[in-house]
């Protein structure tokens, strides 16, 4: 059986920026614990000779020259934003942070 | 009587070429036939009939002025949700991009267009690509035209059912862990994942980058060849687009309909792929067909895949990791939804977290907080990382395996169609679906689903998953072109010809009997 | 904020060690940024710089500047490191606004540079070797502008307005190992330290390293260690320290709070703190948590950068002359003492000089018109020198005055001429009339008048009080409007007066 909590799970909806309820929290603390404990067997046969693969192509070295495309249009760039100012990007107050 | 809109789209390029029809009739044609039958298939999110219309009539005038046009210019087109398109919305399923239409096209967008086919709509899938039964979509499931209770697979379940009740010749998919290929299975299509790298992925909004790869949904082999050769090639804007010079699918396609194409071609079963947890109508008809095949001179043979049973868990670690961090862009400040939470008060954070949880549904946060759990300190090595050393190793069976033999088959779904609700309860049921097409996305290598008959017990639809080697995407065509070819004249008629009528419309004459 | 108890400096460093760790960004001065190829520009209209990518709207997909992998090799090997054999991108996921994908493009665990060394030489001439840890590449946020409540502050703010014309702008990342045994120099070491990288992207070219647009900014580690103990101490992280004297004194100000808090038996949160630049003091932000799970994973939109080690030679042989040990060799060159040295350096004159060295001219002559005059007028117009006249100007201006064409004060004219755009220096002369008569002709026929006029000088010439000499200089210099070798004059007045030619006039006239 796994070890997932209901705290970490309220940890991780956190770091993922979802404001889930504490039914869905409860929820997924059971689904969450059954999918690891099915998929935790990953563990079972990556030993440390085996290398890992994080791109199915082995390709090196692609590059684009440092040449200038035209832009978006401010208007295009901002015609999905739910609030702007001006020729700006609107967001609710940010807490002191960073 | 043979309409428009069951034409191939090789058939109506012929028509269209000669000028036997206009782009405006056979574009209006599956106009009519979307309006009739899509209150009972759902499958389109949005239809642009009157852009439809309007472009179709610009290309019938340009090829009336004798401009030389491309081999499917004036075909329509219906195109999935999770690809940007400048004049439609591009929701990819979800609540949190409701009404969005980005500024820009993806590049097969841009190329489709540019080969002058016609853009009917954008059609439903999962939300974000996530999930084998449409059912995950923020605006209702689509329905399977062969059984209006049961799953078109998914996510591409609105694609696959656009051509399958013939409201398209073609569509665009994409596929991460077969939601081109499943679909194609119980719908009774086909459908090609193209080498990863084949076909550029800019303008296809994200699940997991590295698995992700756009394809053609059709109702014939050589369609989806014709579709691959007008969206296949290097995009400098994907930076994981592969130079290579790709020969011509259609010419591929074309040589598999020559006679004794199979004579030799070396098929391996894979042992993982063919046991337990198969319908017996599944097992029955891939029987049948390696018979057939072998008659026809192939040669069949028996290879393992020891590392396959790994590669469900490799898959939905590695999956829901990426997409954690792909749909963390999803924050409500430069597009999609702003849902301020019900009390409290209204910062930066607590509305990108309100927005989350209105606009993301069950199975998508499902994904992200299981992704998120996956690269966090101290679990990244167990999970992600091993997850990652699986994906080496189901590699190296493939290239195992392809030292023996020249093409893997195996059913491309484990069932046929399911009804709605049967699996939405159990996550875990839902993902070990995909097991047979999951490897081909982890190792990168190209698959194609063609129809292989009717499962005998329920009537319907059962599809046979061909691979290849990395960019023998050619030899998918070939092989399959043949295979088609073959089954067609076994059965004396197409699969889709069996499928019943929809809505009241009479498109065949029931011929009966299964297949 | 409450003020902070600060500690003596001096008797901070009896009780503690401080140790030191800088992470320096630099932008790159490519053309397009780091992923797409929208235009690299400062100062463009709100969001006219950005695409699909740079914006992170869905679909979007990087693409890698190969200028700035060059950049980044150059800047790596200029700092001594190793260039990675391969090397990739990785996202660190965090939420931010300013973040467009809400994960930065940045490397973890296969940066492009590592393992370097830089040596700087403090005011005392002390030298100090600070270990680069690394050197990696990512992408910058966009510029966020805080609305309402206090001027321009995040707190109390009402709203704030994101820009992302800078998002997705070519970073290098260059952290240092811990500095130990810097001891009281601690604050010279992370000014001159900083100094010195922003020396190296200049000379290379891949920076504008203009610390007040940002495109060199510092982030200050410092914490203290207790006499006598082998433990360190936490360090708090003072973010965007953004001038060459505020790094000096954030990490002093750190110094001094951090011994005050842990003499008074109280412990260092290991936190970020803002620089103030205006009362000069640092405040607590956020403090590191488990927020910090940044989730690095290999960038599956990337490919790994492979560096050939011959495309790395290739890169190693365009590097410039290391700016330090440049110095050293122009100073000796040049023959100039510290001061004059240190004049031209600061005044970031050493690229103008030495062209103008090199175009011909005496190495005083050049530093004294370039520090002097030229300084003077750019000043007072608020431009830089550079921008006002070329180096080869400077040289055949200064190559007028050594023929005798010029003197200096005709050669200010001349320079103002150039200035305003009436051609080189020999054409200022032929247009403005300004070249020094050097025939003695008329310069003696003014002479004679300046004497006549002046009775009672010529008289004291005459007795042998040559200074009276200097009135009559100066009316002649007057008369020529300056066109004349003043010490020719000076000759030439002394030979007049001493000969019958010259008598006074009657006396009530020439007034
Ligand atoms: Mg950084
Ligand atoms: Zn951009």
Redesign the interface.
Known sequence: MSE?TAE??A???????????SA?IDR?TV??G???D??????????PD????????P???????????P??T?D????????R?????????????? | MTSLINQTAAALAGLLADGSVSSVDVTRAHLDHIDAVEPDVHAFLHVARDAALATAARVDARRAAGEKLGPLAGVPIAIKDVLATHDMPTTSGSKILEGWIPPYDATVVRRIRDADLIPLGKTNMDEFAMGSSTEHSAYGPTHNPWDLNRIPGGSGGGSAAAVAAFEAPLALGSDTGGSIRQPAAVTGSVGVKPTYGGVSRYGAIALASSLDQVGPVTRTVLDAALLHDVIGGHDPLDSTSLTDAWPSMTAAAQAGLADGALKGVRIGVIKELNGAGFQAGVKQRFEETLALLSAAGAIVSEVSAPNFEYAVSAYYLILPAEASSNLARFDSVRFGIRVNPEDGPLTSERVMAATRDAGFGDEVKRRIILGTYALSAGYYDAYYGSAQKVRTLIQRDFAAAFDKVDLLVSPTAPTTAFKFGEKTEDPMAMYLNDITTIPANLAGIPGMSLPMGLAPEDGLPVGLQVMAPARADARLYTFGAAVEQLLEAHWGHTLLSQAPALANIEMFATEGGAV | MAKAELMDYDKALELFEPVLGFEVHVELNTKTKMFCGCANEFGSGANTNTCPTCLGLPGGLPQVNRQAIESSIRLGLALGCEIAETSRFARKNYFYPDTAKNFQTSQYDEPIAFNGQLTIELETGRLVTVDIERAHMEDDAGKLTHMGGAAGRIQGADYSLVDYNRGGVPLVEIVTQMIEGGEADSPEIGKTYVAAIREIVKALGVSNARMEEGNVRCDANVSLRPRGSNILGTRTETKNVNSLRSVERAVRYEIQRQAALLHAGGTITQETRHWHEDTGTTSAGRPKSDADDYRYFPEPDLVPVAPSRAWVEELRATLPEPPAARRKRLQADWGFVNLEFQDVVNSDLLDVLEATIAAGAPAQAARKWWTGEIARLANAAGVSADSLVTPAQVAALIELITDGTLTDRLARQVLEGVIAGEGTPSEVVASRGLAVVSDDGPLIAAIDEALASQPDVLAKIRDGKVQAAGAVIGAVMKAMRGQADAARVRELVLERAGSAAVEPAPSGSGE
């Open positions: 997932i970490q799970v940890h991780l909806a956190n770091l993922a920026r979802i404001d889930l309820s869905e997924l689904e969450l059954q999918i690891v099915s998929v935790a067997r990953v563990a079972e046969v990556a030993t085996v290398p890992a693969t994080s791109h199915p192509m390709l090196t070295n692609v590059f684009r020259d440092d040449v200038v495309v832009s978006l401010v295009q760039a901002l015609s999905g934003a739910p609030d100012a001006g020729d700006k990007f609107r967001v609710p107050a940010i807490l002191d942070e960073e």
